[in-house]
């Protein structure tokens, strides 16, 4: 896969003196991968406590860590926490101590800014990873290849060739990898229950859905600040081109209110470089729920079009780049449409007014309707669905919770419900629709290739460059 062309100003942030005098040093610091555990201890039994639990390490303990942890704290006996920022390692560090010691678990929690340190500790037979976007693939790559298994946050991947990556190692390696996409099993399990109506037939074969995702945040122009001490702004940076640090307001609603505007915490989704926006934020979510109902979420599945009907940007484009690197980067409002060679079509909106619709999925189907929210579930054949239907949709058991059905695999070995290679393809839909957003164009897909048709330099956005010292390797 070829790399993205560059613009001039990444040209110069990727070869800034602080990129080089810093990249070698994390060089020099790192733990080299091949310290890490062979693969003959990859296909070893799940390490257990003397309490009978997996043991597990955290990587990335920002703000998404809280739900995670509140989901396997019950589960688990920790070993390890690892995150850039000192306040966040420090608070988890604690918490996962106190999690042990509450469940008289007799094990030590270390605290690391490396995450290959985690992945070095023959201990460990698992992972949690709620770092920002940009760093879940290349730390769950490694993390299988150390004989991890892997419960990562979608979105999985920043770009498509990166889930190409993934499946390539999970085959490898046969891990236990659950996506953080809970809407398969959490939310009292509304979704799941619009999937089992629409493949019991409940509404006749699908011929349109709808997926409502939000607005994606805005911002002024955010002022270079001075990196605070507890954070290694060049780890946290990792693949991507060395930026500044900015640092502005606090939103007064929407996203991060707690949290003030910047390239980092909570506002990384809102930046091309780290993330999607809300495409592969909730889109994450709901095209994922969306290609299950449709049963098109498997290699050469996916549609022949990406339509552009409709996208704003706040700052220019040109070329699928944008020169303007102290505000926010990432589509606001959209409305993009995936079209298949029968007819069947998908159409990914920020919002719906004139249907007066808010964040959900709509089906339609040739003999009714259901939407689903988080909230909500309402629709024809929704009323009949019973526990045991669910659970053949499910292929499992129904457990408690999305964290509890990847403990229980961890146990049985088999695979979750959020597997890697149906993210990926719904992540594929997410990146193809940036893709068309950031050159302002529709696509041509070709599902069983896998590529683009008749445009070169939209289809060379399936993979991007990544800064020295942080390549993706397989």
Known sequence: MSHLPVSSDQVTAHQSRRDFIKTSSVAAAAVSVATLPSL???????????????????????????????????????????????????????KAQDSNDEHKIDRKVEAYEDYEKVLADPQIAAVIIGTPDHWHSKIAIEAMKAGKDVYCEKPLTLTIEEGRQILKVLKETGRVFQV???????????????????????????????????????????????????????????????????????????????????????????????????????????????????????????????????GHHTVPYENGFTTVTNMFNVADTFHVQCIWDDGVTMDIRSDWEEEKIGNGIRFEGEKGTIFVSRNTVKGDGIDAVTEEDMAKVYGAPLPETHMKNFFDC????????????????????????????????SLKWDPQAEQIVGDPDANAFQSRQQRPGYEITT
């Open 180 to 310: 953080g996409t809970q809407q398969r099993t959490d939310f009292e399990r509304r979704f799941l229950k619009a999937v089992t109506a629409i493949h019991s037939g409940a509404i006749g074969n699908l011929k349109k859905v709808t997926c409502v995702i939000g607005f994606g945040e805005t911002s002024s122009e955010l002022p270079v600040v001075d990196v605070p001490s507890n954070l290694n702004w060049e780890k946290w940076l990792g693949q991507a081109p060395y930026q500044e640090y900015l640092l502005g307001e606090k939103p007064k609603s929407g996203y991060g209110t707690n949290t003030p505007r910047g390239r980092a915490h909570q506002h990384f989704r809102w930046w091309y470089e780290y993330s999607g926006g809300k495409m592969t934020d909730w889109g994450a979510h709901h095209i994922d729920i969306a290609m299950w109902a449709l049963k098109r979420n498997k290699a050469g599945q996916g549609p022949n079009e990406i339509k552009l009907i409709h």
């Open 40 to 94: 003959s201890s990859a296909k070893a039994a799940t390490i257990m406590s003397a309490k009978d639990k997996p043991v597990v390490g955290l990587i990335g303990t920002g703000g998404r860590m809280g739900g995670l942890f509140g989901g396997a704290k019950n589960l688990a006996a920790f070993a390890a926490v690892c995150d850039v920022d000192a306040k966040h390692r420090n608070e988890y560090l604690k």
């Open 410 to 441: 961890l146990a049985s070995r088999a695979t979750p419900i959020s597997d890697v290679e149906t993210h990926h393809y719904a992540m594929t839909i997410c990146h193809l629709a940036n893709i068309a957003l950031r050159f302002d164009r």
